[in-house]
């Protein structure tokens, strides 16, 4: 009988072959692109994310941490010549991606699950198309008056399990008597005040953002471990709303005579979303409509929005169900998403499941997660589950972006490579050589000058290895 030293040995001899087969391969894929990589210095961490995005007027309104920046979109837009038609965002979130394109003249159309993705979209394209003069100075009252402050009807805030205890009863006061003194509004100014209620959500609770989920503050009472969590100020309401209507207020018109949101020479295209998961919506979309798509998926890094928006998503009526179907709708990228009847929602589908299947970087890392999943290693059992999902849905969404651009157009995506139990997963390489096999053509893989480093669980256990940043480049013949 073999001793529990000796299996330990033997397994540990698999991993190796499995590690060094990846590593292999990856040369391989490495060897195969090496002239499509190209370090771009312009493409600073900056313009690829939200940050660029903080001082510059009408996109600063709400953080949307996941969001890369209007001024990424002008230079991709400018750099390869797209002037004209129609652009597709799979993947809309706050909606970046289609206002800077509408503002350069193009039309835009998105795709959004999200309903607070999808708010901020609405919110904007009323303050574009439909504000008057006289709902401008309704936001001038609001932020002068505090107009709430003396309103005595509340309307009872929607709060979640994972939201309960997130406002101290103060601010919980004012938010229910703001939202009840926006009932007396009209349907747009309200729609603008709910924004603006939602832009300052993070700053006056007791939480913050975090990656996975949300971080709560000590003065909680709530998720106290060894360290206690001190997100620092927490902003008083009637300071913070009263703010963020004034920066709405400045960025949109500097009179009430010209209430214009992208004000631009150029006709401005127009912008159209889709409400609903992308590989719902995409498959009922017309062949060879679209100019360019230009899109950020979410990561393979186990963020989990359905959580880190959840305060957000509360405000906006979510119940417990439906925050459950949304995290399976969304796109894998989450422990808890469980596998999606991909060839249900769409039979053409194969082409892409067999060119998934037949990938062998994927499939060598699959293997080792499994195996490591096996041996009890792994920190949670769905990360061989959740890769896999990711995999096979994006090649399912690269697919069917090759259906509906046009011949010549180009498909630009943002996106991360991912670490998992000390195997780097060169996410690049695996959805170019997805797209390739698709019909794609590779034309650059542009890389940010300074690569990301891992998560600081990733660097205690298996040591630093920067991971790269890339835009995605491709092109439909």
Known sequence: MLSLAKISNSLSKVDNCTLEEIENLDR?????FQKKFV???????????????????????YKYKEAFSASLVEYLLKKYGVDQGKILDPFAGSGTALFAASQSGLNADGIELLSIG????????????????????????????QVWRQFEEKIPLNELKITQGAYSEIT??????YLGAC?????????????????VLESISYTRKDGQYLRWDYRSGRGLGKKPFNKGEILDFNQAISQKLVEIINDLAPSTEQVELFPIENSQGQIHLFRGSCLQVMSHLSETEYNAILTSPPYCNRYDYTRTYALELALLGIGEQELIKLRQEMLSCTVENKPKELLTL????????????????????LKYLTHQKELGILNNKGIPRMVRGYFYEMACIIQESFRVLKPGTFLFMVNDNVRYAGVSISVDMILSDFAEKIGFSIENILVLPNDKGNSSQQMGNHGREPLRKCVYVWKKP
Not at 28 to 32: F, G
Not at 133 to 143: Q, T
């Open 346 to 365: 769409n039979p053409l589908w194969k082409t892409a499941l067999k060119i998934a299947d037949e990938q062998n970087l994927l499939q060598a890392i």
């Open 118 to 145: 999808q708010q901020i979209i609405h919110a904007k394209q009323i303050l574009d198309t439909q504000f008057t003069p006289e709902d401008f100075e309704r936001l001038k009252n609001w932020s002068k008056l």
């Open 39 to 61: 370090i771009q210095p312009s493409l600073t961490r900056s313009l690829v994310s939200f940050q660029a995005n903080k001082t510059r007027p009408i996109y600063r309104w």
């Open 172 to 177: 919980k006061n004012l938010i229910e008597r």
């Open 183 to 199: 009932q007396q509004e009209n349907t747009r100014v309200k729609t603008v005040l709910n924004f603006a209620l939602l832009c």
């Open 28 to 32: 391989q894929y490495l060897s195969h």
